[in-house]
């Protein structure tokens, strides 16, 4: 039997961080075997968001692109390029765009909801309403069966599929493939202070954080309040540090659980096996990611090679297309 398709993509907005492996990368990983993976840099649409400072954008894609290879990601198994290099994105982008209603992107609640929320940005832009049929584009040129996504993508994924019944619907014919929302397992990872992890809080643990900082951010994390010294029994349930152990270390889960409901060891203590477990976790991916930037010249040719692969898929997809619209 054929493998399946597998597309995702991850927008080069800064380093990635232990909340991007849990909830996204780790699965790319485990699915590189059963699947034909597509796994985009997707630049242009971080160009959409941040088109006041596009600089940084260049060097967070090679940066998140040595993130994925040290951390698993097999250029073997797996096509990884970059978005914007296969230029069969943007024309299906314009393709797609004709028969896009305006109504579908304007109530789209990620787009209501982006508008609010990165006032300074000022994605009130002509691009940025299209986000998701740029998104449509990059999954249906290589007719990908399944999308991993987390949750706030839902949306784009729904608009995708309709995109897709109305072509085929238009056209009379089934060239574009209809995309299954692959949800991530264990989703969230709470940041060192337990709101949202992100990049603009600063409250994250990023894939390649050096051993010092991996400690003085962990030994700043937040534990059960109520146990204020060490001869009281703490609440694992809402401890973030606890969460993390069993995240990292499910082994011993059960053994930390008990240090701390029966107060045998203190917090700091649980902290500092936590930075431990940590930087054990990371340390290996850390120096093989030092090993791919500085001779960036395997990084280039994994790239070089995904867009060929690429380009080769999405230029047939392209070519039906343009025959199911009678263009060619
Ligand atoms: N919008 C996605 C995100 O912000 C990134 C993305 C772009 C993507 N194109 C994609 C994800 C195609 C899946 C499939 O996370």
Known sequence: MEKKIVLSGMRPTGRLHIGHWVGALSNWVSLQNEYNCFFMVADWHAIMSEYKDPSLIKEYSLDNVADWLSWGVNPKQAVVFVQSEVKEHIELFMLLSFITPLGWLSRCPTFK?????????????????????????????????????????????????????????????????????????????LGLDCRKMSKSYGNFIALDEDVDSIRRKVLSMITDPARIKKDD??????????????????AIKDEVCDWCVNAKKGCKDCKVLLADTLNDFIAPKREEKTKLLKDKKYLTEVLDSGKEKASSVAGATLKQVKEAMKLR
Do not use: W
């Open 233 to 250: 029994p703490g609440h694992p349930d809402i401890c973030n540090v606890f969460t993390y152990h069993s995240v990292f270390n499910p």
């Open 113 to 189: 909801e982006q508008v609010q929320q990165l006032k300074e940005k000022e994605v009130n832009t002509y691009a940025f309403l299209g986000y998701p049929t740029l998104q449509s584009a990059d999954i249906t040129l290589y007719k990908a069966d399944c999308v991993p996504v987390g949750e706030d993508q839902l949306p784009h994924l729904e608009m995708c599929r309709e995109v897709v019944r109305r072509f085929n619907f238009l056209y009379k014919n089934k060239v574009l493939v209809e995309p299954q929302p692959l949800l991530t397992k264990e989703s969230r990872l």
